[in-house]
């Protein structure tokens, strides 16, 4: 089975533009949550949706937005780039909608995106 | 609210040896305590999840942790790495109840294996 996927993997970006980053979770898992990866730190928590709704957001501008299709799959916006929005972009799935027992968390291999 | 906090950003170690990361956490609430391991341009893969039960936990690739409650504390050993264990290390809390499936990280470790 395929893992969690993500596109683009790799892409440059100036300042004051937009960007639309891609995920499509595990076959089966309705859970999507985001995190941004600065280099050099953990990653940290944007949104997560659930069966199409959203369940949690970080400590994000609203320049960060996302949604969640019917197949589950999800996108993330940002608007208005700035240099600090060069990261990692991670994309993570699981089956159920939080971290409770024997509800793993996969992530994928995440996009770059590098803001000039 | 919710922290981790790995007290090494680098572990150079030499090939064959033991290693520890240390991981340790603050939360008012209870929680479930993950290792995820980063390879160079790749995403992060589970090392191991602490969820309930017993407190030593073993995880894929050799790795353990051991939960240690009163201490907050969530370290991560192996007892004889590769050089293949050359990667970032990732210590995440999640919240133990409710809905919630956000993951608080640390800052990452640095394991360095040196032939």
């Known amino acids: 089975d395929a893992g969690v996927t993500q596109s683009p993997t790799h892409l440059i970006k100036t300042r004051g533009q937009q960007v639309t980053l891609r995920c499509s979770p595990i076959?089966?898992?309705?859970?999507v949550s985001w995190y941004q990866q600065v280099l050099g730190q953990g990653p940290q928590f944007i949104f997560q949706?659930?069966?199409?709704?959203?369940?949690g957001r970080g400590n994000f501008p609203d320049r960060f937005s996302a949604r969640q299709f019917p197949n589950y799959s999800s996108e993330l916006n940002v608007n208005a780039l700035l240099l600090g929005d060069s990261a990692l972009y991670l994309c993570?799935?699981?089956?159920?909608?939080?971290?409770?027992?024997?509800?793993?968390?996969?992530f994928g291999e995440g996009s770059w995106l590098t803001v000039v | 609210a919710q922290s981790v906090t790995q007290l090494d950003s680098q572990v150079p170690v030499f090939e064959e040896a033991p290693v520890e990361l240390r991981c340790n956490y603050s939360?008012?609430?209870?929680?479930?305590l993950f290792w995820y391991v980063q390879y160079p341009n790749q995403g992060l893969q589970l090392l191991l999840k602490?969820?309930?039960?017993?407190?030593l936990v073993k995880g894929i690739n050799g790795f353990e942790a051991e939960f240690n409650k009163s201490q907050t504390s969530f370290h991560l050993r192996k007892p004889s790495v590769h050089i293949s264990d050359t990667a970032e290390y990732f210590c995440?809390?999640?919240?133990?109840?409710?809905?919630?499936?956000?993951?608080?990280f640390g800052q990452g470790t640095t394991l360095q294996v040196k032939p």
């Open positions: 993570a799935s699981s089956s159920k909608e939080g971290t409770i027992s024997g509800n793993t968390i996969y």
């Open positions: 076959s089966g898992h309705k859970s």
């Open positions: 949706y659930y069966e199409k709704e959203e369940r």
């Open positions: 939360s008012s609430v209870s929680v479930y």
């Open positions: 602490y969820l309930s039960g017993s407190t």
């Open positions: 995440a809390v999640g919240k133990g109840s409710g809905n919630t499936g956000k993951l608080i």
